[in-house]
């Protein structure tokens, strides 16, 4: 799908990948001189850049872009971005040179959509202070005391399907992802009335995002459906989270003033920032806890599901890999439900796991800003400008990737590893940002692969995805038929 097609470009990458071997980790980060040329890129339409063809099919754009160069210019939105299809470029900027990087404007405008003080969005010490107190729930010891519940809650949802029954694989995944997080990391049971305000929020957020860029091209008094809809599902998310609050407030005091799950945490998280303007007499501030709780409900459960849903449909689509993963899941099982001391063992299932998460990962893109203008090999970053990451294009890059296009999971076993660049692939982000709960993730995945792969096959009704860009890389419906196994 993303290939390099330009016949100039062809010679120059390939020369410059061999070029990059392990010694070239990274790309060169430099003040700039006012005589420094800006990244190449499409010249767009007057007034609105390139807007127009951003806004209508951002994939097919990004990949278009691609045969620019590593870093390609374009101005769209009213923003000036510019696109890096460089891994070492990427290390430099997620990873050895963050410090002179901040998430930036785009960031933070869609920050302020969803909570512009959780740990997703915050800079420098404030975000350093969240992510350290936030961190202790996400150590190997606590992720082996969720995995229990990941195991049970996906056990129960595959028993109650039928044989036969067709099943939307984002909405099922939804839910199961919105129950694992919320009892694992919070010690809470979300009714279905409760769930269904938080994915209401997700898909309202979702739709605001698919035009988030357009917005700034409306006329501040005509609200539009969907704005009017973002705005209704956030005052509902507001109140749940208020309520929420309240409850474990209430319940803290009465049963277990030593309360430790990730809500107890966040409470704390808030106490450290000092600020006390919620509850006078804890010093909650309730604004941060209510931005954190929301980024942990967003960043942990939207972003599971979909590359769940990823992974079953392409399961489905592959039996040779699916018989694989069978035989790996009876030898190591023995016909048990997995536990955590299983994961390691489950090698293949990582492998599966893996290969979904660069085919399609979740997060697409990432974004960064300049502090101040920087050169990075030899162009010129003004510091208004947008870095775009472009994870999907860079993990299906064929200078990095055999048959780039292909599920193939066995490209992950040890003795295919090649010496591509680290950051070749980052489904995860890099660098002090990285993904908060990768760990987390990565064992959810795993043991809910390996739980439904005891229990069901799927058979695809959905033949072809309609990838989009919304809040996560959205496939579209995905349908499948559930044939359940003998046991
Ligand atoms: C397959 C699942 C997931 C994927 C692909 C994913 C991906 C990512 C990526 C790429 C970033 C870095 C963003 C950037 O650098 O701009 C990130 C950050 C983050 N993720 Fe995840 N994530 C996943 C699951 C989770 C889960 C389960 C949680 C929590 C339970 C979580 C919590 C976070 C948080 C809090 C951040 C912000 C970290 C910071 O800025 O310090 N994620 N995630």
Not at 416 to 426: I, K, Q, V
Request: glycine share 6%; charged share 30%.
């Amino acid at each position: 799908m993303t290939r390099r097609s330009h016949p100039e470009r062809e010679d120059g990458r390939k020369e410059s990948a061999d070029a990059r071997s392990a010694d070239a980790k990274s790309a060169d980060v430099a003040p700039a001189t006012a005589r420094s040329p800006k990244p190449p890129g499409p010249s767009g339409f007057p007034v609105v850049d390139s807007t127009v063809a951003a806004s209508r099919d951002p994939l097919g754009f990004t990949d278009e872009l691609a045969s620019y160069g590593d870093l390609v210019s374009y101005g769209a939105f009213g923003e000036e971005f510019v696109a890096v299809f460089d891994p070492r470029i990427v290390e430099t900027v997620l990873v050895s040179e963050n410090d002179a990087f901040v998430k930036g404007d785009f960031e933070q405008a869609f920050g302020d959509l969803l909570a512009p003080q959780g740990v997703a969005f915050t800079e420098g010490e404030r975000w350093r202070r969240q992510r350290t107190a936030l961190q202790s729930a996400f150590t190997p010891d606590r992720i082996e005391s969720y995995a229990a519940e990941m195991v049970a809650a996906t056990a129960a949802r595959a028993d109650d399907w039928a044989d036969g029954e067709a099943v939307e694989l984002g909405d099922a995944f939804a839910g199961l992802t919105l129950h694992i997080l919320t009892r694992a990391l919070f010690d809470l049971d979300l009714d279905a009335q409760r769930g269904a305000v938080v994915r209401d929020a997700t898909e309202a957020i979702g739709a605001i995002m698919d035009r988030f860029g357009l917005l700034s091209f409306l006329p501040e008094w005509a609200p539009s459906r969907t704005e009017r809809r973002y705005e209704a599902a956030m005052a509902g998310l507001d109140d749940l989270v208020d309520d929420l609050m309240a409850e474990r407030r209430d319940e803290a005091a009465e049963v277990d003033p030593d309360r430790d799950d990730l809500l107890s945490l966040l409470v704390a998280a808030a106490e450290a920032e000092g600020t006390g303007i919620g509850n006078e007499e804890t010093g909650m501030n309730a604004e941060v806890v209510r931005d954190q709780l929301v980024t942990f409900l967003f960043a942990g459960h939207e972003t599971t599901s979909t590359a769940l849903t990823y992974a079953c449909w392409l399961l489905a689509g592959h039996p040779d890999v699916r018989r694989r993963l069978d035989a790996e899941i009876d030898r190591v099982l023995g016909g048990r439900d997995p536990s955590f001391a299983d994961v390691s063992q489950l090698d293949y299932t990582e492998q599966v796991t893996k290969e979904a998460l660069r085919l399609y990962p979740p997060v697409y893109a990432l974004y960064r800003q300049p502090k101040d203008e920087v050169l990075v090999d030899d162009y010129r970053i003004p510091p208004d400008t947008t870095l775009q990451i472009a994870t999907y294009e860079i993990q299906r890059d064929e200078c990095w990737w055999v048959a780039p296009d292909e599920f193939r999971p066995e490209r992950w076993q040890e003795e295919n590893a090649s010496d591509r660049p680290e950051y070749a692939y980052f489904p995860f982000g890099g660098g002090p940002r990285h993904c908060l709960g990768m760990r987390f993730a990565m064992t959810e995945l795993q043991l809910v692969l390996a739980t439904l792969a005891r229990r069901v096959e799927f058979e695809r009704v959905t033949d072809d995805l309609d990838l989009s860009m919304g809040l996560t890389l959205d496939p579209g419906a995905v349908e499948v038929r559930v044939r359940k196994k003998m046991r």
